[in-house]
């Protein structure tokens, strides 16, 4: 089971925008507190049940991390938008962004 959550999330950031971003802030950290409850398996015992349950869980914790930190660096209001794909709309005004691009294999021979 943890081998299909490992693959899945590895083709997941393959398809993540790493540069100029905040995402791979977002991963590392992630990661890292993942990591704390595995490697330092004491350190919520302190801490109430509700918040043992999910910081003594790798996965939960880690989870939770990303999703935090994703609603902090993407969609909270006033914050822009960074890239220089970023075109204005002479229509609207508004910004359009344009879909990160595929790169192919070369072809063999």
Same mark, same amino acid.
């Given at each position: 089971? @943890?081998? #299909?959550? #490992?693959?899945? =999330?590895?083709? +997941?950031? *393959?398809?993540?925008?790493? !540069?100029? +971003?905040?995402?791979? /802030?977002?991963? %590392?950290?992630?990661?890292?507190? &993942?990591?704390?409850?595995?490697? %330092?398996?004491?350190?919520?015992?302190? @801490?109430? +049940?509700?918040?043992?349950?999910? =910081? &003594?869980?790798?996965? =939960?914790?880690? #989870? /939770?991390?990303?999703?935090?930190?994703? /609603?902090?660096?993407?969609?909270?209001? &006033?914050?822009?938008?960074?890239?220089? !794909?970023? !075109?204005?709309?002479?229509?609207? =005004? %508004?910004? /359009?962004? #344009?879909? *990160?691009?595929? *790169?192919?294999?070369?072809?063999?021979?």
């Amino acid at each position: 089971m @943890f081998a #299909t959550v #490992t693959a899945v =999330g590895i083709n +997941t950031l *393959r398809k993540v925008e790493f !540069e100029g +971003t905040s995402n791979p /802030l977002i991963v %590392a950290v992630s990661i890292g507190i &993942g990591i704390l409850s595995v490697a %330092a398996s004491t350190i919520y015992h302190a @801490f109430p +049940t509700r918040v043992q349950i999910i =910081g &003594g869980s790798a996965i =939960g914790s880690a #989870t /939770l991390a990303a999703f935090l930190l994703n /609603l902090l660096f993407h969609h909270t209001p &006033g914050r822009k938008k960074p890239g220089p !794909e970023s !075109e204005p709309d002479p229509v609207k =005004g %508004a910004a /359009l962004v #344009t879909p *990160r691009r595929r *790169r192919r294999p070369a072809p063999p021979g």
